[in-house]
Structure formats: C-alpha cells, structure tokens
C-alpha cells in the first residue's frame, strides 16, 4: 500500500485554504446558484491522408485522435454554486464522445472550485495552461500547454495577482502549488505529479509598463517501475520532491540505475516576460529559460527555451492580435564535445512515460510522442510560429496559425515498448511546415459555425490537407 496517502494531501490543501474561515452566522447560510451555462458541439475531422494535419489535433485538449478522422460530441456544462458563508462554489464537466481509431467516451473536464479571498481552490480535472504565452495564438508552453487533456489534482493558487503589503502595488505576486494523479497504463504507473510556481510583477497593474519574472518546477513522482518495483514515496520523500532536493540513496526503494540527482523526473524553467500599453497597441515579450536539472539553474543552455512577442492592436478589427514564437532545444546542456541533445528533454531514465499524458505532451507538441510508443520520439527542435487573428466582418472571427521547425529527433528513445529497449533517435534535418486557418460564424443567437483548414508539407509529416467542421450551441 503507498504510504503517501493522496486523501491526506487533499485535506491538507483544503485546510489551508479553509484555516482563514470564521463562524459567523452569515456563513452558516448559502446562496442559491446564480447562473448554468452548457456548451454543446458537434464536430468532425478530415483529411486526405490516414493521419491529421499537426494543427487539427494539436493543442486540442486530448479530444482529437491524430491516426484517423474523427466524430465528436462535446458536452460542457458549468454552474455556478453560490456561496457558502465567503466561498464561493463553481463546478463544471466537459463529457466527450470521439468516433475514430480510438473510439472513447471520457470526461475531459469535471471540477469543483472555492474562491475564498485572494485564494483558489480546484478539485478534478479543469483546463489550465502554466507559462507566459499569448492566450490564443501560441505555440504552446514548454511547461503546459493545451495539448493534452487535463491531469486530476488538487490545486491551490492565487488567479491574480496579490499586492505585497507595503509596496503600494508597486511588487505583486502570484503563487501556485498542486498535487497531480498521472495516467494508468503509463510505464511507471501510478505517478504522481507535483506542480508549484511562483511569479512577481513589478510596478502596478494600471501602469504602461509591467515586467515580470517567475519560477516553475514541476516532477513526476513515486510510482511502480516495471523492472525496479515500488520507487520512493512518502511524506518524507513528498518534501524531497518539493525542496528538490536529491534522492536518498538508502531508501529501500532507490533504483538500482540513479546515480543520485534530485528525486523524480523534473521539467522547470525561469519564465519572464514584459508588458507595454500604447495608444496603438498592447505589446507582451516573454522568454521561459527552460532547465531539467541542476546545471540549468545556472544557465547551461541559455538559449534553450520558448521566446515570443505578442502585438494586441487597438481600433483595427481586421487584425486585432498578431504573434510570434521561437522554439529552441537543440543545446539541452551538451558540452563542447557532445552531441546536442544531451539531456534528452522530457524523457527520463526511469519515467520512460517522461513529461507526458495519455501519449500527448503535457508542454510544447514540437516535442512529440508518435501512436503505439514510449515516450518523445523528437526534443531536438528549432521553431519558429507566426499567428495573426481578427474580425472579417463586425461577426465572422478569423485565426491563422503558421510553423516552420527543423527536426533532429532525440538522444535515445524506446523502440520497444515491451521489453524497454531503446537506441539512438536522431535523425537528420527534417524540415517541417505546418498551416492553419479557423473561422467563427455565427449562425443565428447562441448558434455558431466552426470551419479548420489545416495543411502540413515538409519531411516530418505526410503532405496533405485535413479540416474541422463543428456546430456549436451555448445555453445561458
């Protein structure tokens, strides 16, 4: 039996989330509930190949199956649940039905969240992305991106950004810590997830000029290894994971493979970006200095990680928002004398699940898993994305994704997912270009029209053009 109880770890962030609360008689009553919305669409994929183009299936959340077309039906409901005394209560679900090589009926979404003051509570499954990014025109973060469907946890954080007394609003932060559930079926089974960042602004809010700076360290944890049995768990272990500090050798379940090093499998980064406002436009650069380890933390690879500009233009509809990205991974802490790729990013020695969720990237779907296997099978990236989004007409919204990438594979990966074995992934140059067009048109009140154009050319993937056809209905 684990030792680490995950029911207690959810009492103790609920605890402290709840430790502020008075017994008042106002909260011994509750609010009746204030609004219901459910969104209901139908939707199918195609294309001229067996597969999908990269941009129908990427960043979708987990819904669409990339081996085959696709029929889905999506459910989401949300209620709003009143309060309770100074809780506030929301709760929602995403129920999916997809017809396709994988057929499936899951929730992909099912929450209950409490607002109490600056803090927020989620239980379940809710859709979330971690690292500076455009909202809507982004290639992904590095960290977690929308690629894959949500992971279960308990998450305690502050949405918004919280004044440190003293500071007049000067110096705001924004804190995050979670406790995650990873997949069945994962090599290591029965993982868990810790999750935590913590971000500054500087200056205030209503200020033309903001910057911001931040960490994030997210590690995957105890679990039963095929091979090594039982790997280290506990509460002891718990504050190892979160301290990151290194493994303890004389753990009875110490695999036999580590050498030392922190414990579990670790993605992180140094995550900073900058806002300025005009009388033209919003302008936001970011830069996340991605690391795995503690050579990282000293800027091994300085040029590794996601770069951006986003451009939010004021009184020009046809164009309202146009971005860039750049994608670098190549160096991944390689010494003069190595090979790039050194460090393999998102993969793991003992986690050959690495930083994966149900076989999709948990951060950037440059890095990619293929169907039927263990793993990445390509980290070694340059990328470059380009997106502009806007209004054809005062009701028709548009969004245009472009992507360039060249693509080298990876250090080592699993060819057997059996046995484990694995053997050398690079490959040469592959060159790679990947296209997108959305439209939004609103059919009658509540009632739109989603039409995806998607086209991939390059060495990567098969040429070939696919699209999106999906009715949307919203009930307020």
């Not at 998450?155 to 924004?174: A, E, I, Q």
Request: charged share 20%.
């Amino acid at each position: 039996m684990r030792s680490f109880s995950t029911v207690s770890i959810s009492i103790v962030i609920c605890g402290l989330l709840l430790l502020g609360l008075r017994h008042t008689a106002s909260a011994q009553t509750t609010a009746p509930p204030k609004e219901v919305t459910v969104d209901l669409e139908v939707g199918t994929t195609i294309s001229g190949e067996g597969t999908l183009p990269f941009w129908l299936h990427s960043n979708r959340w987990g819904i669409i199956d990339r081996r085959s077309a696709n029929g889905f039906v999506r459910l989401a409901p949300r209620v709003d649940l009143g309060t309770l005394g100074p809780v506030k209560l929301n709760a929602g679900a995403e129920l999916v039905g997809r017809w396709s090589e994988q057929s499936s009926v899951f929730f992909n979404e099912g929450y209950l969240q409490a607002d109490w003051k600056i803090f927020r509570l989620v239980a379940g499954r809710k859709k979330e992305q971690i690292g500076i990014t455009d909202s809507s025109l982004t290639s992904g973060s590095m960290i977690q991106s929308g690629n894959a469907s949500p992971i279960p946890k308990v998450r305690l954080y502050t949405p918004d950004f919280v004044g440190v007394p003293g500071t007049n609003n000067w110096l705001s932060f924004k804190g995050y810590f979670s406790h995650g559930w990873m997949e069945d079926g994962r090599v290591s089974s029965n993982a868990y997830l810790h999750q935590k960042n913590f971000y500054l602004r500087f200056f205030r809010e209503q200020s033309w000029f903001n910057a911001y700076g931040g960490f994030t360290h997210n590690v995957t944890w105890a679990g039963t290894h095929p091979n090594y049995g039982n790997l280290p768990d506990g509460f002891k272990n718990f504050t190892r994971v979160v301290l990151a500090k290194n493994i303890d050798e004389d753990d009875p379940n110490f695999p036999s493979n580590e050498t030392g090093g922190t414990l579990g499998n670790t993605t992180a980064g140094y995550d900073t970006g900058i806002e300025m406002s005009f009388d033209f436009a919003d302008i936001m650069l970011h830069r996340l200095f991605y690391l795995e380890d503690r050579p990282g933390l000293w800027f091994r690879s300085p040029l590794d990680g996601l770069w951006g500009l986003s451009v939010d233009l004021k009184g020009f509809p046809l164009i309202e928002k146009i971005s860039w990205e750049h994608l670098n991974t190549t160096k991944q802490g390689s010494k003069s004398f190595e090979r790039r790729g050194a460090d393999n990013y998102y993969s793991n020695g003992i986690y050959y699940s690495g930083w994966t969720y149900q076989n999709r990237t948990i951060g950037s779907p440059f890095l990619f898993t293929r169907p039927n296997t263990v793993g990445v099978q390509n980290n070694i990236v340059v990328m470059h994305h380009f997106g502009v989004e806007g209004n054809i007409s005062e009701d028709i919204n548009y969004k245009f994704l472009g992507s360039y990438s060249r693509n080298y594979g990876a250090k080592r990966i699993i060819t057997n997912p059996e046995t484990l074995q694995g053997q050398n992934g690079r490959f040469d140059r592959q060159d790679q270009y990947s296209f997108l067009l959305q439209l939004s048109i609103p059919v009658r009140p509540k009632l739109s029209l989603n039409l995806d154009l998607a086209y991939d050319t390059g060495e990567l993937y098969a040429d070939q053009l696919g699209g999106m056809v999906s009715v949307k209905y919203s009930i307020k």
